[in-house]
């Protein structure tokens, strides 16, 4: 068993879980720290104004790494569903539950800055551009996952039963996103070309700044959520007694 | 930024850029309260579990 | 004779005989369609517009509250067990099931929507277009819900939470659906329309029965 | 032990609760096994899980021999399950649903055996009366008659002889002779005590969770 499929076997055990996640937990909030706060003070204070839209572009570096990690959110429950229902592995059911809330809360957040950054750029909060209507339906295949998982008063089938709505929401995101960009361009010509086509690297870097600080806040909170999900779902175990008696 | 002034208006766009990254920061903290209040739940809920498997074996 | 088509006449047999609830969805249909003028106003341009949204997004709703309780009777009566305990393919079964669904309820809806929708002064040399995409729509539209269905057999009553969890994954085809009988009442070329609309039909009657019984399998494993 | 049904270190588990130690034993074709235990203890899950329902947590099955997966094909027509709910619809009558019984089974046509198995449990007379019309000893009876309608060499009943009256009870049990003499073997779960001639080659007693 080469090292690298040990340290996963043994990730993969949920005690071994539980103890290993905390010290990662750990670093990935401070990481996530340092870099927010690199990106915000390059992203508002040194990248320079844009000429078509003066500093209203800057919600730029709040609106895109939200709406990047709702999908990718959405991508982590969907392959750990697939993992839970293919493996029967409880730890990556516990990682769909876990990712269901913070992927709903990065398209809130996504939605939210959109129609503000929509309303200097269109005039109006909400426009049903391709991309933020298909953040909306994004939103509420996330309420259909978290409600479906805690509708069931046994913990697994809710999980499996939300593992394959996961699933086939992952294929029809796409398909989603396809016919919204089609039904867009049918009724408004092209949709709104953003900024990032010709952006200025003092402008680029603190973007990918900001999302790699985003990837490691959801990190970080993906782990510590695990944990009490995992936690949960193995109440019958003995290992959890040590962890919850003291 | 060329001054404070500019930074903190924003150019008459503060109105939409302020509230953004608020909501954004609001949100993400809000994420952190719940995560941690999960984690008391979950451990109560354990806790119970526990204390009735042991009247049931007792 | 064949078994499977003897599987099938049962059950569209079945659902016939107990039609009073398998017409609900069409009552349902016609009285929300023609809430619509009420709502609005009767002037013919303004209905024209609304008219295909309107039958669309009502036969979506129909479907959606009729296949609700899909499985549930067979569920609780034991018979959904000796489906899946049977040595034959379940996805055949529940591709049959829906389908025997499709029949004794989306049909009628089929066949009552171009009078509905002439109300709606819908000009009348569009409605192969509109009967095309309906029956295109339907039975997509009647595999995704039964998905929703089977997901949530277990539980008491799920009317509403079907339709939450399966409206977001249905907007594709109430998009091009919609959208095919529009552009064919303005004269436009609908082909694209319905072209992705049969993609999507052919994407979901093969992925979807899978989908299916991997639930319904789901909600015995306890 | 070659031929015949074996179990090794079986765990079953209800959700988050393990339901019972380790469980091993061996069945010899023409022998049944009697479970008991009170409710919950695990007889419809073990049912369950061997039937190809439910989901092994541990242990090893092995069908003459040779190991196998509960939820095959193959598996699946050589064992009738009979589950706490008789598994009939409401709806149809005691003849439309052994033939949809017969469709599932994949069979063309088993009118004959049907009509003799709802002759064998005295159901002739109603079998064209709709289940839910039927009492609860009488949708039994039909339900038994499942079993003499369709070979199988397993049979996996859960409490078969509930709600049913003394004769249906020998009649049971001289069918259950019969399928054992004819090198069958069968797994019942029972609260009420069997006709004494009927004698279990085993008997598992499943107790709380121990």
């Not at chain 4, 032990?1 to 074709?29: C, D, K, Y």
């Amino acid at each position: 068993m080469t090292q690298f499929s040990l340290f996963f076997h043994r990730l993969a055990s949920p005690p071994h879980f539980y103890e290993l996640s905390k010290p990662w937990g750990r670093a990935f909030s401070w990481i996530a720290l340092v870099l927010i706060l690199v990106g915000l003070f390059g992203g508002l204070w040194l990248a320079p104004r844009d000429f078509q839209q003066g500093n209203g572009f800057r919600i730029m570096y709040v609106h895109v790494p939200s709406a990047w990690m709702s999908l990718f959110v959405f991508m982590v429950m969907a392959a750990s569903a697939f993992v839970g229902l293919v493996w029967r592995m409880r730890l990556a059911y516990a990682v769909a539950a876990a990712s269901a809330p913070l992927g709903a809360a990065f398209t809130a957040v996504a939605l939210v800055t959109g129609s503000l950054w929509g309303k200097p750029m269109w005039g109006t909060y909400w426009v049903w551009d391709a991309r933020l209507t298909s953040e909306l339906i994004l939103f509420f295949l996330y309420l259909g996952f978290i409600t479906l998982n805690r509708s069931f008063e046994d913990q697994q089938t809710g999980d499996r039963a939300a593992a394959i709505l996961a699933l086939v929401g992952a294929v029809d995101i796409p398909i989603v996103h396809y016919s919204v960009d089609w039904w867009q361009t049918l009724h408004q010509g092209s949709s709104f070309k953003g900024l990032t086509s010709e952006i200025a690297p003092s402008m680029l870097w603190p973007l990918l700044v900001m999302m790699t600080g985003f990837m490691f806040y959801y990190g970080w909170l993906v782990l510590w959520r695990t944990r009490s999900e995992i936690l949960l779902r193995e109440s019958d175990r003995e290992w959890t007694k040590r962890v919850v008696g003291s | 930024m060329t001054s404070l002034h500019e930074f903190l208006t924003m150019g008459r766009f503060g109105v939409f850029v302020w509230p953004a990254f608020g909501f954004g920061l609001l949100v993400m903290l809000f994420n952190i309260y719940l995560a941690h209040w999960r984690e008391k739940s979950a451990f109560r809920e354990v806790r119970e579990v526990h204390r009735t498997s042991e009247e049931n074996r007792s | 004779m064949n078994p499977w088509i003897q599987f099938f006449r049962s059950e569209v047999g079945l659902s016939w005989r107990e039609r009073r609830r398998a017409l609900l969805p069409l009552v349902f249909f016609v009285i929300v369609a023609s809430l619509f003028p009420l709502a609005m106003s009767p002037r013919p341009l303004i209905l024209k517009l609304i008219a295909p949204g309107v039958i669309w997004v009502d036969v979506m709703l129909a479907t959606f509250l009729g296949l609700e309780s899909l499985f549930r009777q067979d569920y609780e009566e034991g018979v959904l067990e000796q489906w899946i305990l049977s040595p034959s393919s379940l996805e055949l079964r529940v591709f049959l099931k829906v389908i025997s669904f499709w029949t004794v309820t989306s049909l009628p809806l089929i066949v009552m929507s171009p009078i509905l929708i002439l109300w709606l002064s819908f000009p009348v040399r569009a409605l192969g277009i509109l009967l095309v995409g309906l029956f295109l729509g339907t039975v997509t539209l009647s595999f995704l819900g039964a998905l929703g269905a089977a997901l949530t057999v277990s539980l008491r009553q799920s009317g509403m939470l079907v339709a939450i969890l399966l409206l977001p994954l249905a907007t594709p085809i109430l998009i091009f659906g919609a959208h095919s009988a529009l552009l064919a009442a303005d004269k436009q070329n609908p082909r694209p329309a319905l072209y992705l609309l049969a993609t999507l039909f052919f994407l979901t009657v093969g992925l979807v029965p899978k989908a299916i019984s991997t639930a319904l399998k789901v909600s015995y494993e306890v | 032990m070659s031929s015949g049904l074996a179990i090794r270190a079986l765990e079953l588990r209800r959700g988050r609760r393990l339901l019972s130690r380790s469980l091993s034993f061996e069945l010899a074709p023409g022998g049944f096994i009697e479970l008991s235990g009170p409710n919950g203890s695990g007889k419809s899950t073990l049912l369950r899980v061997l039937s190809g329902l439910g989901r092994l947590e541990a242990g090893e099955l092995l069908w003459d021999g040779r190991s196998f997966n509960c939820a095959s094909d193959e598996h699946r027509s050589r064992t009738l399950y009979l589950a706490h709910t008789d598994g009939l619809k409401g709806a149809l009558s005691g003849e439309e649903n052994l033939h949809l019984f017969a469709s599932l089974r994949q069979f063309r046509d088993r009118s004959e055996e049907i009509q003799e198995g709802l002759d064998y449990y005295e159901m002739t007379g109603l079998k064209s009366v709709p289940c839910l019309r039927l009492s609860q000893g009488q949708r039994r009876r039909i339900a038994l008659s499942r079993l003499r309608a369709f070979p199988a060499s397993l049979w996996l009943l859960d409490e078969p002889t509930t709600a049913l009256d003394r004769g249906g009870i020998d009649r049971f049990a001289d069918h259950l002779s019969d399928h054992l003499a004819a090198g069958g073997m069968a797994i019942l779960a029972t609260h009420q005590s069997l006709p004494e001639r009927l004698k279990p080659a085993i008997r598992i007693a499943l107790g709380r969770s121990s």
